[in-house]
């Protein structure tokens, strides 16, 4: 009968559908299991992993061994067991890879590279700054001195610690060629500098000499603008010596310093000038550097002294902040508003007070 046929036929499929419903599905692996748990370490095999040498070498001379390592120098470090710990990075979370702990702080940038050697247990790495690990390179190298320092060296798996170690190696923050040629190289044009403020008028008020044997005075905003240039200068070199950045030193806001300083120095000398037809007016003799950019016709003023009272406090953290931190210092913009609001006050009474 059809309407037999047709009840079988669905009590067929019900039963093949309740026994594919009953029967497990296999498991399908993923990264973090590719590697079968019976060849992953244990806990008490990976904490006996320990780091039993260190030694520098110079990647791009043959691997010439090195007593002290610089930036871009190379690094060997020998561990007990290394296929414990290439097993640990195999079985690690999202397979997390192998890097460097320098001072107990890792360096998740810096990665072995061939030939890393299984058999000898050896790992080499090369010392290379980036964006990336720029915190820890700042603890590094910040507050740099001229003896190396001693750091703590050891390895171990991306976000976890360090496997044990004794070792230690030296790091030379500064290097001593450079430092060399830089500071050769600034003291030449600072002294040239400062030769041509004192026998020429770079530093000085614009117009006519006030009479033989008499200078014009000094210019506050030229002598900050000189100021900033030189801080700016040093420590662009300063921080590329050390660190071997010299695209990404210049911020922003040493731009809109740069800007500032740069607009005082010309509306100062447009301020300066007479207006056409007018004859200039009588020409102030120079009274000493000091006295002359914090005085006036009328003597000592007010907006002079703050203005170079801030280029002096913002020139001391300037200062420091570089030398700390390896970077020029990202000011707020309240504290760039307040120099701009400085450097104006200090325009508009020039106009009132020293105008024509």
């Known amino acids: 009968m059809p309407w037999r046929l047709l009840a079988a036929a669905l009590f067929a499929l019900a039963w093949a ?7 497990p599905a296999a498991p399908v692996a993923t990264g973090a299991s590719a590697v079968p748990a019976a060849n992953c370490p244990t806990p008490a095999q990976y904490a006996a992993v320990v780091v039993t040498g260190v030694h520098a070498f110079v990647p791009y001379r043959g691997g010439a061994p090195l007593a002290e390592v610089s930036l871009r120098d190379g690094i060997v470090v020998t561990v007990n067991d290394l296929a ?10 999202r397979q997390k890879k192998i890097v460097l702990f320098l001072d107990g702080r890792p360096l998740v940038d810096i990665r072995p590279y ?20 720029r915190d820890v390179w700042t603890h590094l190298l910040g507050k740099p001195q001229f003896r ?25 923050v500064i290097p001593m060629g450079w430092f060399g040629l830089w500071t050769s190289l600034f003291s030449v044009l600072a002294v040239a500098f400062i030769v041509l403020a004192r026998r020429s008028d770079v530093l000085r008020d614009p117009g006519p000499a006030p009479g033989p ?14 100021v900033w240039f030189g801080l700016v200068l040093a420590a662009y070199l300063f921080i590329g010596m050390i ?12 731009l809109a310093l740069m800007g500032i300083s740069a607009g005082t120095v010309i509306g100062s000398s447009l301020i300066d000038q007479p207006p056409g037809g007018t004859a200039p007016r009588e020409a102030m003799a120079s009274r000493g550097w000091l006295a002359d950019i914090l005085s006036d016709r009328y003597g000592v003023s007010f907006h002079r002294f703050q203005m170079a009272s801030w280029t002096l406090v913002l020139g001391i953290v300037f200062i420091q902040q570089v030398y700390r931190d390896l970077a020029m210092p ?24 020293e105008g024509k």
């Not at 058999?119 to 980036?130: D, E, G, I, K, Q």
């Not at 044997?213 to 000189?226: D, E, F, I, N, V």
């Open 243 to 254: 660190t071997g950045d010299y695209a990404t030193t210049i911020t922003p806001t040493v």
């Open 17 to 23: 559908h309740a026994v594919a419903q009953s029967t």
């Open 84 to 93: 414990v710990l290439l097993a640990r990075e195999q079985c690690s979370p």
């Open 148 to 172: 190396p320092r001693q750091l703590a060296v050891s390895v171990g798996i991306e976000d976890e610690y360090p496997v044990a170690s004794q070792q230690t190696l030296a790091l030379r």
């Open 330 to 353: 990202d000011f707020d913009v309240t504290l760039l508003g307040l120099m701009g609001i400085s450097a104006g006050t200090y325009l508009g009474l020039k106009t009132t007070a």
């Open 213 to 226: 044997g008499r200078r014009k005075p000094y210019s506050l905003a030229r002598t900050q603008g000189a």
């Open 114 to 133: 061939p030939p890393s050697n299984p058999v000898a247990n050896t790992l080499n790495f090369v010392l290379n700054r980036s964006e990336t690990s």
